[in-house]
């Protein structure tokens, strides 16, 4: 299909405060002598969105070309959804977190390759979408090499594609693989501290996609049909310092993880089974042979400490001491050594796994 490549009437995309929001204004794109400068194309059923060059981007013209550019995508994906695609569609969803992480990016001067990047997976997406393909992949691309982080909820989120509850937590899936992408190509950039408050939006995408899956079918006011989907635990991660194991070396916001699962245990008025806590440890060499091992059961009992302090039954509290032997980051070649263990933090964990009855 041949694409008009005439200068367009478009919205201007205003950078809000929120990511992922665009707040519209009217502008007109002009060609002004480059010919280089991308233009919007707004034909359906092919890709071929290109966002200017990185040394190209220092000009009103190439910055409102690739705005208009974005606000076209945005209007196809509208279009889907207009056309009776639901929004919580997997791969709308999908389309759009990419476009999100992608304008994300683009408008903190990102000058790599992934909000390019990004948005071609978007429109990939979109594309399959438009022409009606079937089935439409569900794999993800670590764009821009990003780095493959947190491999523990790649996990969680892969066994929610083979539920039943899958239906009602699409969504959530779908922008938590991409937020993961997302936190591995700010890791690639700046280290871990950098893709912190990416790998935490992915957390609670996990979460509530799991939480979703669980409740999916059931309806809170009537009697339950029939049993309920067949879930994992619910897990929080508790992580410490390095070389620590006592309360005050947990890092404070993991502690968010544990309330948050019991506040979602209580909001489904679910019954609790049991807890299993996993203890974990880096891969830095410790005092001693079984070094690693006695810190991941120090740790564990620390975390024992603090359940039975939320009113935890400490005869439903079981254990396992795993030392250093499942790692969910390597962060091979960080330095300096600073740099190290605070990427290495994911690792100095109890994996808290709250067992739901059926």
Known sequence: MACA??????QQNAVSGARGQLALAPLRIWIVGDSEIVQPLECHGAQQTQLNPQARRISDEAIHADLASYEATQGRIQALNDGG????DYHLSKAQCWLDVSFHEYTRNDRSAFPQEALTESEKL???????????????????DAKHLRADLWQR???IHGTPG??????KVACGEVELVHAGNEFNQQQWRHSKPYIQIAEDLVNEAEAAA???????????AGPAPVMGPLIANVVFE?????????RTYSLESVDR?????????RELAGVTLVGHADRMQGRGFDYNQGLSQRRAQTVRELLIGRGIDPARISYEYRGDTQQVQQCDGVKPRAALLECLLPNRRVEVQFQLAQ
């Open 5 to 10: 490549q005439e200068p367009v009437v478009v």
């Open 85 to 88: 695609r639901p929004i919580r």
């Open 126 to 144: 979109i594309v399959d979408m438009e022409n009606g393909v079937s089935p439409i992949p569900t794999d993800t691309a670590l764009v821009n």
């Open 157 to 159: 989120l892969k066994v």
């Open 166 to 171: 899958f239906a009602c937590a699409a969504q």
């Open 214 to 224: 669980r409740l999916c079918g059931v309806d809170p006011g009537g009697p339950v």
């Open 242 to 250: 390095f070389d620590r194991d006592q309360y005050r070396d947990i």
């Open 261 to 269: 699962a019991l506040a979602t245990i209580e909001s489904e008025k």
